[in-house]
Nanobody
């Protein structure tokens, strides 16, 4: 099957930066859209940013101008560069990818999540 592994989370002060990474592995034939979502305690999971296989990006209004999503298709990896982080952006960040494998049709996969804590 497909495995998505996130890394790069941690503790940072407000105004600081972090870069998240998410690497997909398995019997992958192709990856379509990839994205980052986050879920704060007591809140629903929300979209942060997405990127298509050709590089078209979309962002939540709250992160525009501060976050950048990009991907390395050769490495099946998506990144999220987060600058000027705010305390209210403390959450578990999840990677998502739509993947075609040798044995499964196009399906959505999720990583296990990485904690981002922004101290004020």
């Amino acid at each position: 099957q497909v495995r998505l592994v996130e890394s790069g989370g941690g503790l940072v002060q407000a105004g600081g930066s972090l870069r998240l990474s998410c690497a997909a592995s398995g019997r992958i034939l192709s990856i379509n859209d990839m994205g980052w979502y986050r879920q704060a305690p007591g809140k629903q999971r929300e979209l942060v940013a997405t990127i298509t296989s050709s590089g078209t990006t979309d962002y939540a209004d709250s992160v525009k101008g501060r976050f950048t999503i990009f991907r390395d298709n050769a490495k099946n990896t998506v990144y999220l560069q987060m600058n000027n982080l705010k305390a209210e952006e403390t959450a578990v960040y999840y990677c998502n990818a739509r993947v075609l494998t040798a044995i499964s049709p196009w399906s959505d996969y999720w990583g296990q999540g990485t904690q981002v804590t922004v101290s004020s």
